[in-house]
């Protein structure tokens, strides 16, 4: 439904327009004689379209158009003029009039014209009006893709600063560790020299006892070496059974059984230093197990996630210790196996917690949530 | 339990390089203890060069990082192109940048600081018997 104002000094020539506009119940038509009062309507009420003749009296329809262009308005504006009267046309065109239609002729085709004319003007308004909103859309767009364009490249500077700041403490780390592990080269030395001329049995005994805390300072550095990668690389997508394996390969279980689970496909999203993790909880295991006799992987589903188990057979961990062994600093050797153990899972939100029972052997579950886990092509995942 | 006692007759001729004072004197009383003949003892890599032509020693122990203008490894680089002797680096570098360096200039051996008697014979006697 259009809505359609027409102006016209003929009150007889208003009656008809409306009634043949509105015959067709496309078009609701208001109808008001002069320019002048056509002015304050538009004022107040909207309109889809604008149709005023030439001649009125007061105001004629070239200066009620230049009044409404004057004011803004852009609603299409459509002119009847008298016979013969291509000036006035043309005038009306070139002051922003969409169209002009001549009076008299056949009322039904001439309505007909009008109606088409009015429906093609709107269509055409809009039309011109999306085109802005679109330019407008536009212009925001591009500025959104510079904002958007600086926020990435400040990202990739902090990325950057991050990294260089990175680099240089692991340069810091490399030279600290050299120098350290100097000065435990001389102090083995000095302790092996010392013991080569002390006889004293006190004496030796005590040597003996600062040669082991040299050798765990030796541990302890060492041990900086190992992990001054975590976070460095990408994570990245790992087969589970293949970094077990490997982590298997790299300890000394002497007559331990070790067994992975089979390749099952299953692929974690995880740190490239997984492997460390696998490695510790076996190393864990052989040095704190007490009696054991096997340290066995598996994997289930739990719902969405995926578990990855590691048990084994031997003491177990004391209820009072199951969240403490996860701390910096807590046990024995360098106190930090698990607690690095847990910060490198976490990197990708894999956790980990100990659930096994006192006295039956320890298990280390760790759950991997849905969007880090994935069955390559190897086969299905256990359930 | 060493015993200066033992190393009566010598099993090779060793120059060693290594700046660090006491590591020196570690590595020399265990070298000895363990039979060889340590000929000479230097700090930098330009007295290296110097030794190794003077002393001719049957192997020289290279630590990587010492004072002067070049490294051991620059050092070993250059004995290696002048003579035929094994070298057997000395580091505490186990990873890294330094140690890509290092396998570029195809040593004998290496030993990892810190280092025991053991860990000194066996890279020795495998670089003396190549």
């Known amino acids: 439904m259009y809505s359609v104002l027409c102006v016209d000094d003929e009150p007889r020539l208003l009656e008809v327009t409306k009634l043949f506009l509105e015959d067709g119940g496309k078009f609701k038509v208001t109808t008001t004689t002069s320019a002048r009062e056509a002015l304050e309507r538009l004022n107040t009420v909207p309109y889809d379209a604008i149709i005023s003749d030439y001649q009125m009296p007061g105001m004629d329809g070239i200066e009620f158009l230049k009044k409404l262009k004057a004011s803004g308005n852009t609603l299409p504006f459509i002119i009847f003029t008298g016979r013969g009267r291509e000036e006035v046309a043309i005038d009306a065109l070139n002051n922003g009039a969409d169209f002009y239609i001549q009076k008299g002729g056949d009322p ?50 902090m990325d950057e600063a991050i990294h260089t700041a990175n680099r240089k403490l692991n340069l810091l780390n490399r030279i600290i560790r050299h120098d350290i592990l100097n000065t435990v080269t001389g102090l083995l030395g000095l302790e092996d020299m010392a013991m080569n001329h002390i006889s004293d049995q006190d004496a030796l005994h005590l040597l003996r006892e600062i040669k082991d805390s040299t050798r765990l300072i030796q541990e302890q550095i060492t041990f900086t070496r190992d992990y001054q990668d975590i976070g460095l690389g990408e994570p990245q997508w790992q087969n589970v059974h293949r970094v077990i394996s ?13 067994s992975a689970m089979a390749d099952d496909g299953l692929e974690i999203f995880a740190d490239a230093m997984l492997i460390k993790v ?15 006799s096997k340290v066995t992987f598996s994997s289930h589903r739990d719902g969405d996630n995926i578990i990855i188990s590691c048990r084994d057979d031997g003491d177990g961990i004391a209820d009072s210790e199951k969240e403490k062994i996860f701390e910096s600093g807590f046990g024995k050797n360098t106190g930090q196996g698990l607690f690095l153990a847990r910060e490198i899972l976490n990197i990708t939100g894999i956790s980990i917690k100990e659930t096994g029972k006192t006295g039956e052997g320890a298990r280390f579950d760790m759950l991997v949530p849905k ?8 086969g299905k995942a256990n359930n | 339990m060493h015993s200066e006692e033992m190393a009566i007759v010598s099993k090779g001729k060793i120059l060693l390089v290594e700046d660090d004072d006491i590591v020196a004197k570690v590595a020399d009383w265990r070298l000895k203890t363990l039979g060889y003949d340590v000929c000479g003892r230097v700090t930098t890599g330009a007295d290296a060069m ?25 050092t070993a680089r250059m004995i290696k192109k002048r003579l035929n002797i094994p070298i057997v680096y000395l580091t505490s570098h186990s990873d890294g940048p330094i140690l890509d ?8 051996g290496f030993i990892l600081k810190p280092f025991e008697d053991n860990d000194l014979r066996v890279a020795i006697e495998l670089a003396l018997n190549r």
Do not use: C
């Open chain 1, 108 to 157: 039904t085709a001439q309505f007909a014209e009008l109606s088409d004319k009015i429906r093609y003007a709107v269509s055409k308004r809009q039309y011109e009006k999306n085109l802005e909103v679109n330019e407008v859309l536009e212009k925001e767009m591009k500025f959104h893709e510079l904002e958007l364009l600086k926020y990435i490249t400040e990202i990739k500077q």
């Open chain 1, 246 to 258: 490997d982590a298997i390969r790299q300890t000394s279980p002497g007559n331990m059984h070790l």
């Open chain 1, 278 to 292: 696998f490695y510790n909880l076996i190393d864990n295991a052989l040095r704190h197990g007490g009696k054991l």
């Open chain 1, 371 to 378: 969007e880090a886990w994935r069955l390559g092509k190897t």
């Open chain 2, 50 to 74: 110097e030794q190794v032509v003077n002393l001719m020693p049957d192997l020289v122990l290279m630590d990587i990082s010492i004072k002067g203008d070049i490294d051991g490894i620059e």
């Open chain 2, 101 to 108: 360096r290092a396998k570029e200039t195809h040593p004998d």
